[in-house]
């Protein structure tokens, strides 16, 4: 691989890079504006009616109804799917 060719994919990774970085950082910007907006807060995980603060910021903005399931479906898909690549590499 030519030189020019390596510096030209490292810097579009590096492009790449700060793109992912700033989509997450505004999304969590925006989640943090949103919480204190709809006065938000962490419940005790240990007492009837538990709920997350994603599951409470989902519900304050959008309702109970079709989207507060597939937001919270979406949650878990992604939390699943991230805690399998954990053991990826194990034999």
């Given at each position: 691989?030519?030189?020019g ?11 790449i ?23 938000v ?51």
């Amino acid at each position: 691989m030519s030189s020019g060719l390596k510096q030209g994919i490292d810097n579009a990774a590096s492009a790449i890079e700060v793109c992912v970085f700033s989509a997450v950082l505004r999304r969590f910007c925006s989640a943090f504006h949103l919480v204190r907006a709809y006065h938000v807060g962490a419940t005790d995980a240990g007492k009837a009616g538990y709920q997350s603060v994603l599951s409470k910021l989902t519900a304050a903005v959008a309702g109970k109804g079709v989207f507060y399931y597939i937001t919270i479906g979406s949650i878990l898909l992604a939390l699943a799917l991230s805690a399998n690549t954990a053991f990826a590499d194990f034999p």
